[in-house]
Nanobody
Framework: QVQLVESGGGLVPAGGSLTVSCVVS????????LGWYRQSPGKDREVVAG???????DYVDSVKGRFTISRDNNKKKLYLQMRNLQPDDSAVYYC????????????????WGQGTQVIVSS
């Protein structure tokens, strides 16, 4: 069973930066395409960034140039570095499976972590 544990969220001022992390277990991490998702109140969860096992990345337009997804295959960790954060980026951030080109949601069944909350103050 896939387990996903996100961490690193917090409160940041608009224009600030934050990096969130995710530990993935129960799957062949190195070969998996993974993604970062976010969900804010009243909105559907959306995938915002994805990375293949080989390091190819993709982003939704709203975060391009501000967010960077990366992975450490040895540690089985996924990262999302976020810069120039804006209030609209406030959400609970989750990691899970994804597909690239186009970037799409492809979660591991019903497996979701607890997420990590990011709040951007204006």
């Amino acid at each position: 069973q896939v387990q996903l544990v996100e961490s690193g969220g917090g409160l940041v001022p608009a224009g600030g930066s934050l990096t969130v992390s995710c530990v993935v277990s129960g799957t062949a991490f190195t070969f998996q395409t993974l993604g970062w998702y976010r969900q804010s109140p009243g909105k559907d969860r959306e995938v915002v960034a994805g990375i293949s096992g080989g390091g190819t990345t993709d982003y939704v337009d709203s975060v391009k140039g501000r967010f960077t997804i990366s992975r450490d295959n040895n540690k089985k960790k996924l990262y999302l570095q976020m810069r120039n954060l804006q209030p609209d980026d406030s959400a609970v951030y989750y990691c899970n499976g994804a597909t690239l080109r186009p970037l799409r949601s492809a979660p591991y069944g019903a497996s979701w972590g607890q997420g990590t909350q990011v709040i951007v103050s204006s």
